[in-house]
């Protein structure tokens, strides 16, 4: 994500000399990279990348915590200001309030009523500010909020007191089709994955974390305000702002977890502001809702592990020091992670990531390590071996190779007449189109024959990959598949699988009809796929491990044989009791001097079959030949 402030404004939390380009130079080496440096009337404005893990620095208050640790690195003084805000003092009348989460839905939640609100316009100062930011100014307690968000890094939001009848905020999960209108004047059916705020009455107020509403937003009339702030569920905050695609700015810092602690800090310098800026006085207690207190995670600190990962070597002080500046506490043998870092420092290498950045990247020695060559296990070279033969093959007998998601949808699953409970369904699925984990390559090659249907006269296409076929209380099966797909006809279809065999020199194989719209090939009498007829398409599917188990490097040798070939042609006809394999099987049968059978042609339900008969010990005569023939016949 990207967040725009101006040098101004970070001045007023770090003290330092440095000019604005000196920041970006410096800063970017180590820390957040400064994009831009834009010069606008009499001030700055910087365009700041923050990678998704370091939201702590998304925010004036984060990137001047940062640039303070990096310019003292260059030699460049510089130091981050204290925030001093203190508690509001607890008025007389104490408006009534009441913040309810029973469920724990929120990792924290604070709010508190402030009184005598005039709305009106925001001051110059943070106007500019907020459009430098790229945030549209409304007035002075809506900005409030945006302005608070910017500078200390938490979503912040306003209620208006007077239109909450009951005074009560609710928060739990929606029901399935419930209704809201946001502060956009969009209207969205809820699903029960929601997170909202009920009044008391069952109405819905916010969805927090991502957008309020329209019923409870501040008007022109509004004297008195709830500011309201909420540590939410990032996961939850993510897939509602993505399911109605709601992007604000408040959804993108909430999805990557921003600090709990942060959230006093940050209602702090709300009240202080609402209280500048528009008049408010407190009106009611802080209420403070925080079942788990941070208590400070603690790291393993191994100093031998620097040099080794960083290739440096780093005195122990000068580890200390650079983790010391960043927040972390130092203890024997563990470092204490500092409440900001809490999500994204977990184990000793992150500290060494820490110290190594603000080291410099760019003073680390540029060795490049040695290769090393890791011998893969034999199955895996064999996997990639055959794989390679087969797709060299197929893309010289004219197919393309198609690459299809491993997810399919339910209507693909139904359209082809499967059943859904065969597959395994991803539970937090972005799309319908992507619901299902595939147990077979059909469907998609199938998709992709109906999508190209019309471009092309002729379309094959082929794919190799995992399907996933599921266990119960683990994890899933995924043997590889070989996908063929054709437009043609099924013997366009049954040469190319020949074809493949023929290379991988596998020669026990048969084609066995099972119905009307399959055919089975097994190899070595066991199934190793399947052929599917449609009207359109025919499509075949095979197991990959079945040819990886019957693959040969070298054919099968036959000595040439010096003595003559006799062909004769002979034409049967065919039924369903008696096609081409099983002509084939019985003539191999019937005679022991037949070398080869070759197809020489089909007509309505008759087959033409060229006999080619040899002896390896003499030369045979044409009636010898003919007797072998009657042999064929007479077994047909």
């Given amino acids: 994500m990207n967040i725009k402030i101006t040098y101004s404004w970070l001045l007023e939390y770090l003290d330092t000399k440095a000019d604005p380009y000196q920041i970006q130079k410096y800063v970017s080496l180590c820390g957040p990279s400064v994009e831009r440096v834009d010069k606008v009337e009499d001030d700055y404005v910087f365009d700041i990348e923050i990678t998704s893990n ?76 907020l459009e430098a930011a790229g945030i549209r100014s409304l007035n002075n307690v809506v900005d409030v909020t945006n302005y608070v968000m910017t500078e200390m890094g938490h979503p912040t939001h306003v209620f208006d007191y007077d239109r909450i009848a009951t005074h009560k905020l609710i928060l739990r999960y929606a029901k399935e089709g419930e209704k809201i209108i946001t502060l956009d004047d969009k209207k969205y059916n809820l699903s029960k994955q929601d997170i909202i705020i009920d009044d008391g009455t069952g109405k819905v107020i916010d969805l927090p974390g991502i957008m309020g509403t329209a019923n409870s937003v501040v008007v022109d009339k509004t004297k008195r305000v709830i500011l309201f702030i909420e540590s939410n569920d990032p996961a939850t905050i993510r897939r509602s702002s993505m399911r109605y695609g709601i992007r604000t700015v408040a959804a993108t810092i909430n999805e990557k977890n921003p600090d709990p602690e942060l959230a006093k800090t940050a209602l702090l310098r709300g009240v202080q502001l609402l209280e500048k800026v528009a008049g408010a006085h407190v009106a009611g207690s802080v209420l403070d809702i925080y079942p788990n207190p941070y208590e400070e995670k603690k790291v393993k600190l191994d100093y031998d592990s620097f040099e080794k990962i960083i290739g440096v070597k780093l005195g122990k002080k000068q580890i200390d020091d650079i983790l010391g500046n960043l927040g972390f506490k130092i203890y ?140 119960k209380n683990t994890l899933p099966n995924e043997p590889y598949k070989l996908g063929l797909a054709v437009n043609t006809d099924y013997f366009d279809l049954k040469g190319i699988i020949e074809s493949v065999l023929k290379e991988l020199n596998i020669t026990e194989y048969s084609f066995n009809e099972k119905n009307d719209r399959n055919v089975e090939l097994t190899i070595n009498n066991r199934t190793a796929g399947l052929i599917y007829l449609g009207q359109a398409y025919f499509v075949a599917e095979l ?11 070298f054919p099968k040798y036959r000595p040439i044989n010096p003595y003559a070939i006799i062909k004769l042609d002979l034409t049967v006809d065919l039924d369903k009791n008696k096609n081409y394999q099983h002509l084939k099987e019985i003539s191999f049968k019937s005679s022991k001097l037949l070398n080869e059978i070759q197809l020489i042609g089909l007509y309505k339900n008759k087959i033409t079959l060229r006999y080619f008969f040899t002896s390896t010990e003499r030369n045979l005569t044409e009636t010898e030949a003919l007797a072998e023939l009657q042999k064929i016949k007479e077994a047909f």
Wanted: proline residues 4%; aromatic residues 8%; contains cysteine.
């Fill in 54 to 129: 370091r939201v702590d620095a998304a925010s004036v208050y984060g990137f001047a915590r940062e640039a303070a640790v990096i310019l003292n690195q260059f030699g460049i003084s510089a130091k981050l200001k204290p925030l001093s805000f203190s508690d509001p003092q607890t008025p007389e009348e104490d408006l009534e309030l009441k913040v309810i989460d029973d469920s724990g839905l929120c990792k924290r939640v604070l709010a508190v009523v402030l009184d005598n609100v005039t709305i009106g316009p925001a001051p110059e100062y943070i106007k500019k500010r």
């Fill in 332 to 471: 024997n043998g563990e470092v204490g992670v500092p409440s900001w870092r809490q999500f994204d420092i977990n184990i000793k290498e992150d500290l060494v990531e820490e110290v190594a950045r603000i080291y410099g990247y760019n003073i680390l020695p540029n060795n490049i390590q040695s290769i090393i060559y890791l011998k893969q296990p034999a199955e895996i070279e064999k996997l990639f071996e055959i794989q390679s033969k087969i797709k060299y093959l197929l893309k010289h007998l004219g197919l393309n190779e198609v690459m299809n998601y491993s997810m399919i949808s339910r209507k693909m699953i139904e359209e082809n007449g499967l059943k859904t409970q065969d597959y395994l369904r991803l539970s937090n699925s972005l799309s319908e189109e992507i619901e299902f984990l595939r147990n077979s390559l059909v469907p998609s090659l199938i998709k992709n024959i109906k999508t190209n249907s019309g471009r092309k006269e002729e379309l094959k296409f082929f794919e190799i990959a995992k399907v996933y076929l599921p266990k």
């Fill in 543 to 553: 197991a990959l491990t079945s040819l990886i188990e019957n693959w040969k490097t």
